[in-house]
């Protein structure tokens, strides 16, 4: 009788490792084919179907940087190499599938905020203008940290949601936001004029400093910081009626101006705020 339990059970043990791979293989998965349904709606000028793969991915896969590096990576991919743009109607079936898919994957996330540098060497290099038409760059706060993020005004959700988060961070840190800069950067230099940029900024955290440039400077810099930013617009509407697509989150440099971090998007303030506080108590 007891061996016949054990060979009952043989099965089974040997069924479970290949049932926990498969687990572990479906996240990566789901968010590939999340990601690549993006891209191609993005190829298409299908704003809202990007929009809802990206809400999607930021409410139900982990927030770490392994998964918006994988989600970004399966987004560049297709859209540089998008197939035929199909009926709008199925892309966006197929985007709710795949939304079914990366939610059976994490049926209960664990929203994981882990800081490791990006896998992709960080040049911090930049010269801007500010608010005021004054020449920033990366050498003008030495001895202060800087914690910089990408993004344009007319932003529905991430940009708002990052500086509101950037302003609460500055604010809990007291006596020690003193020795850091918040620096946001506009990636949309033709509609955000330094009038509208200095009202924005402000409107989350007077230290809030605007940053912005010529098209070609503003690319430079992104580049530098590994920031994919493209402007997307509807078939037929007006010239100046588009949006940005961009990669989220903050990068915060050291006093010296290397790169110290990236922080994910919408990870909570009060993890942020400690592990900059961290960075900051850490310094000479």
């Given at each position: 009788m007891k061996r016949l339990v054990l060979l009952l059970l043989l099965p089974l043990a040997f069924t479970m490792p290949s049932l926990a791979l498969a687990e572990d293989a479906a996240g990566p998965a789901a968010i590939d084919k999340l990601g690549r349904l993006n891209g191609q709606a993005l190829a298409c000028r299908y704003v809202d179907v990007s929009s809802r793969a990206k809400n999607a991915l930021v409410t139900h896969a982990p927030k770490t940087r392994q998964s918006g590096e994988a989600f970004e990576a399966a987004t560049n991919k297709a859209f540089l190499s998008p197939a035929s743009c199909r009926d709008k109607q199925r892309l966006a079936t197929e985007v709710d599938a795949a939304i079914i898919d990366l939610r059976l994957a994490f049926p209960s996330v664990r929203h994981e905020t882990g800081t490791a540098p990006v896998a992709a060497e960080i040049a911090t290099r930049y010269m801007l203008q500010d608010t005021s038409g004054r020449a920033v760059s990366n050498q003008d706060?030495?001895?202060?940290?800087?914690?910089?993020?990408?993004?344009?005004?007319?932003?529905?959700?991430?940009?708002?949601?990052?500086l509101s988060e950037m302003a609460a961070v500055m604010k809990a840190l007291g006596e020690d936001a003193k020795k850091l800069?918040?620096?946001?950067?506009?990636?949309?230099?033709?509609?955000?004029?330094?009038?509208?940029?200095?009202?924005?900024?402000?409107?989350?955290?007077?230290?809030?400093?605007g940053l912005t440039g010529s098209p070609e400077l503003i690319r430079k810099t992104a580049d530098n910081f590994k920031v994919r930013f493209e402007k997307v617009q509807e078939p037929g509407s007006p010239p100046e009626r588009y949006v940005v697509d961009h990669s989220a989150g903050m990068f915060l440099l050291g006093p010296d101006g290397r790169f110290l971090a990236k922080f994910a998007y919408a990870m909570p303030v009060p993890e942020l705020t400690r592990r900059i506080s961290d960075y900051l108590k850490g310094a000479p």
């Open positions: 706060f030495r001895g202060r940290f800087q914690l910089l993020t990408f993004g344009y005004t007319s932003c529905p959700d991430v940009c708002p949601t990052t800069q918040p620096i946001f950067i506009t990636v949309d230099p033709e509609r955000d004029s330094a009038e509208v940029l200095k009202s924005y900024t402000g409107f989350f955290d007077a230290r809030i400093i």
